[in-house]
Each structure stands twice: as C-alpha cells, then as structure tokens.
C-alpha cells in the first residue's frame, strides 16, 4: 500500500519559509540537502510523519507564478480558535474563520493562511472527517 510522505513546494527565500512554517506550524527541518543549483529542505513535526519539502533554486530572482492549478495544503488543530489567536498574535494574518455547513450540515470549521511565497494552508478544526487527522 502506498503511503503519502511528502508535498513539495518551490520558495524564493529559504530561511523566510523556514521562519514561517516554524512559526505557523511548528515545522521543523528535519534534513536539507544541499545541491549545487538548488538546496532541499524538508519540514516535520513529531504529530505526523508527513514532510513539506521546500525547494530553493539558488539562481531564481522572480518571484514563482502559482498559476491557477495549485489548491492548498491543509494542516489539523485541535482548537480552531486558540490557533487562529497565535497566528494573529504572531503578525502571520490568517483569514477569517469558516463555518462551512451546506444545507444545514456541519462539514467543517476552518480558516486559510498565506506563507511568504503566497502558497494558501488550510488551518481545519479537527473533528467530523477531520477528527483523527
């Protein structure tokens, strides 16, 4: 069976990411890999064995287009609101919170956050679906 372990995003400014996602989601670096045109750093914390692999091409000036075929990546918390305060209290100016309940059933509460690239994280309440992710 196959297992997802990683999602990789390109940054324009290493330690800027890394400051953010420390910051955000307690990501830390838990191996970087050091090429000479481009370095790899890939993120973890010890609630998921899943990694964020950022990607740092050391001659790259320009800002990188998102396009329109990147979604999100999303993260779980245990207190939507408690999270939703640090964030703001830390300057990282997450958006509003959602209660998305269509037709009147609860599907799930959740706000999104930009990092410094413009890449949007969705920030969910852990529960429904979502409870044990």
């Known amino acids: 069976m196959a297992r ?13 990411s890394v400051k953010f996602y420390q910051t ?3 990501l830390t670096v838990a191996d970087r890999l050091d090429f000479t045109s481009f370095t ?5 914390n010890a609630d998921t064995g899943f990694e ?3 990607t740092v091409n050391k001659e790259r000036v320009d ?3 998102l396009g329109d075929g990147y979604g999100h990546l999303a993260v779980s918390v245990a207190d939507l609101d408690q999270e939703h305060l640090r964030l703001q209290a ?6 509003t919170i959602v209660d ?7 599907v799930a509460r959740f706000f999104f956050i ?16 979502f409870a044990a992710l």
């Open 4 to 16: 997802m372990i990683h999602s990789m995003i390109r940054v324009s400014d290493e330690m800027r």
């Open 24 to 26: 955000a989601f307690n």
């Open 40 to 44: 790899l750093v890939y993120l973890s």
């Open 52 to 54: 964020l692999e950022l």
């Open 63 to 65: 800002p990188y287009d």
């Open 90 to 95: 830390a300057g990282l100016r997450p958006g």
């Open 100 to 106: 998305f309940a269509p037709d009147g059933k609860h």
């Open 114 to 129: 930009a990092d410094p690239d413009g890449y949007k994280i969705e920030v969910l309440q852990r529960s429904g679906r």
